[in-house]
């Protein structure tokens, strides 16, 4: 039986002061031109709290609006006012940023992070009101320290600082004098990924009907590396991501493919489960700093509000099938392959049409694409368009070349398969997952058929390959045939012993 | 465009001479185009690349524009661009990168 997808959650973290900090359009600028004008008016154009919570695709990340909703308003949205400006949804939240930077101090274990005594007080307390952190997670933040050491050691040694509202607040040490993969900056980006996946996987578990001891195997799929200088990237995020949410019985590793990871991962999730080889098993990714205001500067030139603001994160939970949840059809799989070619329409082909056509579907049998759900809020004054958009437009041309619909039908075929995009532009976060959640309900709620959840990932960034890469797959309504049931050794042993009890009362009823 | 792929044209052109290359985009939007065009014929416009300042004025055309579609085997076209072309508004392409080769080309 095919697996199914049993849950999602999503979460943001506010955190401006990491976009000034740590992206890398503006350790960039600060490296070429310390001085620019971007870089000294870049505070004003960062948003508050209150006002990253009131936005609409945020909200939508969330779960506390649809994207139908979210596409029934005006763009550009950030000058649109939200009904909801709550910081739970139904799939996560939205976490402020002192709390988020106390986050990373519980997911530290090696004594990297220093957190400033009085910082680290007042976001233990904020925390203690957090419903899924465990209070043993808290102790972590009782080992603050004096501001003087704080910048004491930011003066001696190569310490990546940690701000809040333009202070120092902490910092996070190296954890090697000389490899540079453990580097302060590396660790940084670590433990942030790694923060931000935990608080995926504690929302996951809290908001489904599944305990954490019930987790076999967890995939981690960011876009991130950790290991030392002689194994760059060996891992496991998914493991120390586990411990800490408590996933006793789980163990797991990473996935890697670009923006791409997540539907790789997903793939992998459903065939361990379909298998048997598990019954529950988690695909989660945390965040990126480095992408924190990669679009700054076109935001700030338009006057606009830097608009990557947040690290995001999510989780999913791939399970046995319980006759209910969301199939996922591992028998209509596309892939880009080797040989497939770079062009777009090759690309788009191998994974859409080619993969539907081999089972005698149409490119209009699947009801709503899930690809690559950037937010058009922050590509469009960058010049990259409306990514969404663009791709439902190659998906519906594809299907006009194929003589499935004619030309003149692309616009409805993109308003009728399409969604907007919400996602914040974190690489493999936007790519095909964030529907997910909203799929799920909807194909349980019978209103959608089949899904298809494509992603795509840019392996010439990492100069190893030219090549281009992608992976698709369907979700299904449930069949409603209900969950496998095992035969146990015990349950056989007590079935025969029943029939040869009933054979031997047989047999002295005849001598009867 | 790409600091590293600023690089390339840059040593690319010093190679062979700017007056033998041709640039081939394939950017999904007008503005997109012209900033790329931008940058290989007045500079980087946004001062942060090595051609920032570099005014190579190379000739830079849209894969989907005329005098490149001409040039090329029609079934091939229609094989790896067609599509993109039905999705593309071509004629904004166009005009964008008419206007920057009317000024900043030197070849």
Redesign the interface.
């Known amino acids: 039986m095919y697996s199914v997808l049993k849950g999602a959650s999503y979460i943001l973290a506010h955190t401006p002061d990491m976009v000034i900090h740590n992206g890398t359009t503006q350790t960039t600028q600060r490296t070429i031109d310390p001085e620019s004008e971007y870089l000294k008016n870049l505070d004003k154009s960062l948003r508050t709290y209150e006002e990253c919570k009131a936005y609409l695709p945020n909200q939508t990340y969330i779960g506390n609006m649809t994207p139908q909703e979210l596409a029934g308003y005006e763009q550009p949205w950030f000058l649109q006012k939200s009904e909801h400006t709550e910081r739970e949804g139904k799939f996560g939240e939205i976490m402020p940023e002192d709390e988020f930077i106390g986050l990373i101090a519980i997911c530290d274990v090696f004594d990297l992070v220093k957190l400033e005594v009085n910082f680290a007080n007042t976001v233990r307390s904020k925390l203690e009101s957090h419903s899924l952190i465990n209070p043993a997670l808290l102790k972590a933040l009782e080992k603050g320290v004096a501001l003087p050491e704080v910048k004491q050691l930011i003066e001696d040694t190569r310490v990546e600082p940690l701000y809040f509202n333009g202070n120092i607040v902490g910092c996070i040490k190296a954890a090697h004098d000389i490899d540079q993969s453990l580097s302060a900056h590396v660790i940084f980006e670590n433990l942030v990924s790694k923060a931000s996946c935990v608080l995926s996987l504690l929302h996951l578990i809290g908001k489904t009907e599944v305990n954490a001891e019930e987790i076999d195997y967890v995939i981690e799929c960011s876009e991130e590396a950790c290991g030392d200088m002689n194994q760059r990237g060996g891992g496991n995020f998914a493991k120390a991501a586990s411990e800490m949410a408590g996933l006793v019985n789980a163990t797991g590793s990473d996935v890697r493919g670009f923006c791409a990871g997540p539907a790789h991962a997903l793939l992998h999730a459903a065939a361990l489960v379909k298998s048997g080889t598990f019954k529950h098993v988690i695909v989660a990714a945390g965040g990126s700093t480095a992408k924190l205001g990669m679009n700054g500067k076109d935001h700030v030139n338009k006057n606009m509000p830097i608009l990557e603001d947040c690290v995001a994160g999510f989780a999913v939970l791939i399970s046995a099938n319980d006759g209910v949840s969301p199939e996922i059809n591992s028998d209509i799989v596309g892939r880009h392959t080797v040989g497939t070619g770079s062009s777009p329409q090759n690309v788009i082909s191998s994974l859409t049409a080619i993969p539907l056509e081999k089972v005698g579907l149409k490119l209009s049998d699947i009801d709503k694409y899930s690809v690559e759900m950037q937010n058009p809020d922050i590509t469009k004054p960058a010049g990259a368009g409306n990514v969404p958009e663009a791709n439902y437009k190659m998906i519906g041309a594809l299907a006009a070349m194929r003589k499935e619909i004619e030309k003149s039908q692309l616009a409805d075929f993109v308003s009728e398969h399409g969604l907007v995009g919400w996602a914040p532009t974190q690489g493999h976060i936007p790519s095909g997952v964030p529907y997910l959640g909203f799929a799920r309900q909807e194909l349980m709620d019978k209103k959608l058929n089949r899904v298809m959840v494509i992603g795509k990932g840019s392996l010439f960034l990492g100069r190893m390959t030219n090549l281009f890469d992608g992976v698709s797959f369907i979700l299904q309504q449930n069949s409603g045939a209900g969950e496998e049931k095992s035969v146990s050794e015990t349950s056989v042993r007590k079935l025969i012993a029943d029939s040869l009890k009933d054979f031997a009362k047989h047999l002295q009823g005849d001598e009867g | 465009m790409d600091l590293e792929n600023q690089k390339r044209v840059k040593a690319l052109a010093e190679q062979y001479g700017p007056e033998n290359i041709i640039v081939i985009l394939g950017a ?2 007008g ?2 185009a012209g ?1 790329a065009a931008e940058t290989v014929t007045a500079g980087d416009p ?1 001062y ?1 690349g090595p051609l920032a300042g570099v005014q190579l004025g190379l000739k830079v055309y849209h894969v989907c524009e005329p005098e490149v579609k001409d040039e090329v085997d029609s079934a091939v076209y229609d ?6 072309e ?2 593309l508004d071509v004629d904004d392409i166009i005009k964008e990168m008419s206007t920057i080769r009317d000024e900043y080309c030197k070849y």
């Open positions: 999904a939007e503005e997109a900033l946004t942060a094989e790896q661009i067609s599509m993109m039905m999705v």
